[in-house]
């Protein structure tokens, strides 16, 4: 069992299936089975995750004052997943919220922080959960910021997952770039060839890892051990229904496997399988293999 710190966002999130994009003008609307409302957020999908997959997870995040933790816990036990919210701190404003519409692998998000920009979170309580850790997690997201600090000073290794890599975005983030050991990156809006992105964030970053998700064509993983970049296909073990969250699952049970193995080309095979069987459920949050699961698919596919 590995012990894993992650920070970053919990929400609401409500998922709508849509006939295509742009979206027509229509009044009104009653279609059964096209809206999935749940609990969802890229912190809290990467936590579930790898407590689904059997470690140790230290959850670090804010959700509204009038948001009771009894409803993620009754969310958490719904989908069999144990996972602790007693560092989910109820010091917001309002709960962060999303609206997600997608249609033929494509997507429209409209999300709402609330105050949480605003927000710190506390620094002993991070301090204090850091240091037993095998990996901490992050995003970039403002009260996440002293933990880079705070990884540096115990000497942790620190995943982050960028939301965005378009030059506007990353004004604000290059401390978070610049202190990380694995990147995982979207080929979501990157304005370049990913090969080109993921060569500047060698160059600029230099990382130990970067893997960027690259949608129905896989995944490219960098390694600086060998300097090599390497494409992955994607493989099918479920029928495709939704692709969100894909990346949140795919990143956190690669971090699974690379902590437990030290492996990074058999820690990415087997996040293949773990994000290809997710993306056949509709919310972000669920739809987690086993990993007795992936090794019985992992033999199936590459003997």
Known sequence: MSKFMVAGFVQMETIVKVDGFPLSY???????????TSIGGAGFNEAMALKWLGNDVDFMSMVSRHMSNAQIEAYLKINEVDLSTEYVLP?????????????????????????????DYDVKLLESHIQDKDMVLISNCNFCRPIIALA??????????????????IVNKEDFLKAADILYI??????????????????????????????????????????????????QTNEIVNTIGAGNALFSSFLHYYVK??????????????????IGFVGTSNGFMTEEQIQHWKKLIWG
């Open 186 to 235: 979207s080929d979501d809006d990157i304005e370049e060839d990913p090969y080109d992105c993921i060569k500047s964030c060698k160059e600029k970053y230099d990382p130990e890892i970067v893997i960027m998700g690259v949608g129905e064509n896989g995944v490219i993983i960098y390694t600086r051990e060998d300097n090599s970049f390497i494409d992955y296909k994607p493989v």
């Open 91 to 119: 010091l917001l404003d309002g709960m962060p919220t999303s609206v997600i519409l997608y249609s033929k692998g494509k997507k429209q998000t409209f999300e709402d922080v609330k105050d949480i920009r605003h927000v």
């Open 261 to 278: 193995t030290k492996n990074p080309r058999e820690a990415i095979k087997n996040a293949l399988l773990f994000a290809s069987y997710k």
């Open 152 to 169: 540096k000073k115990y000497n942790k290794p620190l995943a982050l997952n960028v939301r965005s890599m378009r030059a506007e975005k």
């Open 26 to 36: 229509k009044q009104f609307e009653s279609i059964p089975d096209i809206i999935n």
